[in-house]
Each structure stands twice: as C-alpha cells, then as structure tokens.
C-alpha cells in the first residue's frame, strides 16, 4: 500500500496553496489554505508547521501492565477516528465484509481490540512470553479510507505477529501481509498500515475528513480535533477574523474526545453541515472565527471560508496569534 503514501504525498504537496492575505496598511491577517480532497483523503493539519501531516498511525502495540496480569494490547487510534469491528467466529482467510458490522470506537476506558485477540492458554514462557491468537479478527477503518482485516497471530514481550489485508471490490480480503512489528516493554509501537510499517506518533491538531465520527448518523465531510495532544477550540461570533489580533479574555473551550466530536456533523458546534432538503455540503457559517489553542502554549485564529461540494476542496484562512 505504500503507493497510497506516495500519492497522498504527491497531491498534498502540489495542490495545498498557501497566501498571505494583507490589509491595505499591509500588515498581514492570515494565510489561506486550499486542502487537496477531502473526499479521497484526509487532510491532518499542523498549526506548529502550517502544513499537512502523512503517516498517521492506525494502531498502538504495547505491553499492558497496568492489569494484572499484563497483557499484550492493540489500541486504535482514535484521535484519528479509527475504529472496527470484533469477528469472533470464522476464518481471517475467507473473510467477506457484508456491511452490517459493527463499527466501534475505543474509549478511555474500553478498547475495541485491547486484550480480547488472546488465548491465555497458549502462554509460552520460553518463547518471550509469547500467547497466540484465540482466533478472533477483527475489521478496521483506518485512518486512510482503507477498510482493512486484521488479526493478531501470536505477541511476545519483543513483538507483535499480525496480519491485515485490504479488502477488494468483491469484498473480500485475498491478499495478506504479515509484518512482525517490535516495540519494547518501555515503548509502544505506533503502527501506520496503509504504509506497513511503524511511525512516530503525528503531531496533527485539526483534521479534515470523510467518515462517520461517534454520534453522526453517517458519514460526512468532518471537521475533528487532536485530543491527543490536547488540542482545542473557542468559537467567536461577535468579532472579524481581521479584528482579532490576540486571545480574547473570557473563551469557552470546546475539545473532542473519544466520545464527542463538537465541530462535526450533528455535533454542537457543527462546521460543515449538510441540508437535508437541498443535499447541498457547505460550510454552516463562514462569518466564525476559532480560537486555536494546539496544547502547547501557542494559539491561532482560524476561519472556514469555503467547502466545494463536487471537488471536496476545503479552504480556510488562519493566523498565529
């Protein structure tokens, strides 16, 4: 799948167009951003770079100690807004996507995944510590639009044995991959599988994608917010962008969490919206300033200008404050 990466790179590099946009006196009030579709990837934004981010993880691989005892865990990662689906009976093999799966997202305190892939009975204290599959696979929207099967075949205290395939226009998933990924008791493995391979975690703050997010009716064109990495929002009705020239006094913070996202659809602060009488996509109200606050003492002024239907464009203005 690395001609996927290659692409996204490709696309991103020629089409985001960056302008500083200046008042008559000169001084400058924002620079504009044109996403590359939205529809055909996501677009993660990084305020710290003003540029695109690739290689988002998908998976977290790591040694659980915080249970007694530990156990080999596959977290999602759902800042991103990965999620999936727990097959517990078939074969990985032969498996077929029908559709009526169903589609969960890790919580803090409950994992999609987690532990549950485990055959406790298996456990082989000579070969690292290792315990096999208990035959469960799972189905998983990656951060990539890729609808993947994944198992985990067999984790020890030095690697995780997995297996994923991409799922083909027939639905079904022929053509299997089977990295052995190493991580270590003091560091987890951060996992990107439409790149097949481990990655750094993405410093991202402000993603623009096409997915269903937790409590939308189906998928849509999306605006979500890092939680990782604390990012947040206050919302200005009352003031121009071009006015704004440091964090205003008073801000009511809204950020996204596992359960929650507030500025996509259906969410309380929805930014693109959808009518249900016109089917038109647009921007819901392109007259409000956000308050960027990206969890590291740095802040920003974003405005939406403009969401393009057919192309799945984005456009949006934003300055550093």
Sequence with gaps: MQYHKLILTTIVL????????SNDDGTTVGTSVATPS?????????????????????????????????????ALNAAA????????????????YTGSESFEYDTETDLVIGSGWMDPSTYNQEDNHSIASNGTYYFVRTTDYQLLSFMVEKASTVAFDIKYAQMNADSTFPTAMSPIVSYSADEAAYFDMDGGTTVEPANWHM???????????????????????????????????????????????????HTSRPLAYSGAHELITYNLDTHQVSIKNDALVYIVDTGDGNYYKLRFINYDQPSGIVEFTYAAL
Excluded at 14 to 21: N, T
Excluded at 60 to 71: G, M, Y
Excluded at 81 to 96: M, R
Excluded at 226 to 242: G, S
């Design 81 to 96: 807004n990965v999620s999936a689906a727990a097959i517990i009976s078939g074969d990985f093999a032969s498996a077929a």
């Design 14 to 21: 020629a089409l985001v167009a960056f302008g500083c946009d």
């Design 207 to 257: 993603g623009l994608i096409t997915s269903r997010v937790p409590g939308a009716p189906f998928p849509m064109q999306n605006v979500i917010l890092n939680f990782d990495n604390e990012t947040r929002v206050a919302v200005i009705d009352n003031k121009d962008f071009e006015d704004i020239e440091s964090v205003p006094t008073g801000l009511t913070w809204v950020e996204d969490s």
């Design 38 to 74: 939205i529809k055909e990837a996501p677009y993660y934004f990084s305020f710290t770079t003003g540029a695109a981010v690739s290689g988002v993880h998908d998976l977290i691989l790591r040694l659980d100690t915080t249970v007694t005892p530990s156990v080999y865990s596959v």
